[in-house]
């Protein structure tokens, strides 16, 4: 990178200064989680991905202008070919510019790549896992092996990274399932947070069916667990509870019944080089392409031309027979 590049912080219209970077690194998955994606999907012709190349010199555009920590996600990362590469590139940068590069995965894939993701710098790790029951899981995911996954978040820990579950709580479906997965993150150190079904992207069903208020998941786990408020903000999404005497932490994440955009530093990358810069607006930027008309010059302007239209806050509502708030599914920009 040459010295007179500009290092100057990128801050949005409302003050917001940016400092989290999701990637989406694929839009395919090898599962079809029934609230994420339909069962039949139309994927991105491999013509419009972006190059492990592009994305990375994208992302460190991002950590030269102060983004301080980087989350790979998807679909699913690890079916991405070739990962690990942009894993080791990004990784570099941790310890010095980056305070954390990290993962969201669905885990059937950790076996193999847990040792590696270590290797290049990650500590913690997103495991999305609704519930624990084999059926439920193989209903939930559509063809899930809840054995596969388990093992993955073994060969994780084993290989010395922290792992946080990710659960969607979703009504008739894995709601009875919360405090025995509260119980297991317990037994096994790991913290867990659940999170609200957003609107995103049209699926088979009407979400409305499933839509369960974290509010009310909460009064019931107050009854069955010592939790304390811990006030620690990050800047996400996320309110926190420790539970007591444990090692665990709860975090709820709850778009629908808690707004939390005032504090929001992040922006998404998708797997085309476009930049999104809230999950609930359809405003985007084509970032590859000012890359490849420009080079790193109209990639500065147009990723500064983004954050003028980073909106206030999303309006996320559910609504029987209400259109999706955005078209695109959760997979598009990594959640
Ligand atoms: N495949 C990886 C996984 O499942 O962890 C990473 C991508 S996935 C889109 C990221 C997170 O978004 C997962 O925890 C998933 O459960 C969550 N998610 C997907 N669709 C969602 C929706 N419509 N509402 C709320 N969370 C959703
Ligand atoms: Fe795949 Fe993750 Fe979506 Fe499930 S939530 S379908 S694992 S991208």
Same mark, same amino acid.
């Given at each position: 990178?040459?010295?007179?590049?500009?290092?100057?912080?990128?801050?949005?219209?409302?003050?917001?200064?940016?400092?989290?970077?999701?990637?989406?690194?694929?839009?395919?998955?090898?599962?079809?989680?029934?609230?994420?994606?339909?069962?039949?999907?139309?994927?991105?012709?491999?013509?419009?991905?972006?190059?492990?190349?592009?994305?990375?010199?994208?992302?460190? #555009? @991002?950590?030269?202008?102060?983004?301080? !920590?980087? %989350? *790979?996600?998807?679909?699913? =990362? &690890? +079916? /991405?070919?070739?990962?690990?590469?942009?894993?080791?590139?990004?990784?570099?940068?941790?310890?010095?510019?980056?305070?954390?590069?990290?993962?969201?995965?669905?885990?059937?894939?950790?076996?193999?790549?847990?040792?590696?993701?270590?290797?290049?710098?990650?500590?913690?790790?997103?495991?999305?896992?609704?519930?624990?029951?084999?059926?439920?899981?193989?209903?939930?995911?559509?063809?899930?092996?809840?054995?596969?996954?388990?093992?993955?978040?073994?060969?994780?820990?084993?290989?010395?990274?922290?792992?946080?579950?990710?659960?969607?709580?979703?009504?008739?479906?894995?709601?009875?399932?919360?405090?025995?997965?509260?119980?297991?993150?317990?037994?096994?150190?790991?913290?867990?947070?659940?999170?609200?079904?957003?609107?995103?992207?049209?699926?088979?069903?009407?979400?409305?069916? #499933? @839509?369960?208020?974290?509010?009310?998941? !909460?009064? %019931? *786990?107050?009854?069955?667990? =010592? &939790? +304390? /408020?811990?006030?620690?903000?990050?800047?996400?999404?996320?309110?926190?509870?420790?539970?007591?005497?444990?090692?665990?932490?709860?975090?709820?994440?709850?778009?629908?019944?808690?707004?939390?955009?005032?504090?929001?530093?992040?922006?998404?990358?998708?797997?085309?080089?476009?930049?999104?810069?809230?999950?609930?607006?359809?405003?985007?930027?084509?970032?590859?392409?000012?890359?490849?008309?420009?080079?790193?010059?109209?990639?500065?302007?147009?990723?500064?031309?983004?954050?003028?239209?980073?909106?206030?806050?999303?309006?996320?509502?559910?609504?029987?027979?209400?259109?999706?708030?955005?078209?695109?599914?959760?997979?598009?920009?990594?959640?």
């Amino acid at each position: 990178m040459t010295e007179n590049r500009t290092h100057a912080p990128l801050v949005d219209g409302f003050g917001r200064t940016i400092r989290y970077l999701r990637i989406s690194v694929t839009d395919r998955c090898d599962l079809r989680c029934r609230y994420c994606m339909a069962e039949e999907m139309t994927f991105l012709p491999r013509a419009k991905i972006a190059t492990l190349e592009e994305l990375a010199v994208i992302a460190e #555009r @991002f950590i030269a202008r102060g983004v301080r !920590k980087v %989350r *790979l996600s998807g679909g699913e =990362p &690890l +079916v /991405r070919r070739d990962v690990q590469q942009l894993v080791q590139r990004l990784g570099r940068h941790v310890g010095t510019a980056l305070d954390e590069l990290t993962m969201t995965t669905n885990g059937t894939r950790l076996r193999e790549h847990a040792a590696a993701l270590y290797d290049a710098g990650i500590r913690r790790l997103n495991v999305s896992v609704d519930t624990l029951d084999a059926d439920r899981f193989r209903f939930i995911t559509r063809h899930g092996d809840i054995a596969q996954v388990l093992d993955g978040i073994a060969a994780a820990r084993d290989a010395g990274l922290a792992v946080k579950i990710n659960m969607v709580a979703l009504k008739g479906l894995n709601e009875d399932d919360i405090p025995a997965m509260l119980d297991w993150c317990i037994a096994q150190e790991h913290d867990l947070t659940l999170i609200e079904t957003m609107p995103l992207g049209a699926i088979d069903e009407d979400r409305t069916d #499933r @839509f369960l208020p974290l509010t009310a998941v !909460k009064d %019931r *786990l107050d009854t069955l667990f =010592p &939790l +304390v /408020r811990d006030a620690d903000g990050t800047g996400g999404p996320a309110r926190y509870w420790r539970v007591d005497g444990t090692g665990t932490r709860l975090g709820l994440i709850s778009p629908l019944t808690a707004n939390f955009c005032d504090g929001c530093n992040r922006v998404r990358l998708t797997t085309e080089g476009r930049l999104y810069t809230c999950l609930g607006h359809d405003d985007q930027r084509d970032l590859r392409g000012a890359l490849r008309d420009g080079g790193v010059a109209a990639l500065d302007a147009a990723i500064e031309d983004a954050l003028t239209t980073k909106p206030r806050r999303h309006d996320f509502r559910i609504a029987r027979d209400a259109a999706p708030a955005v078209a695109r599914h959760m997979s598009v920009t990594g959640g």
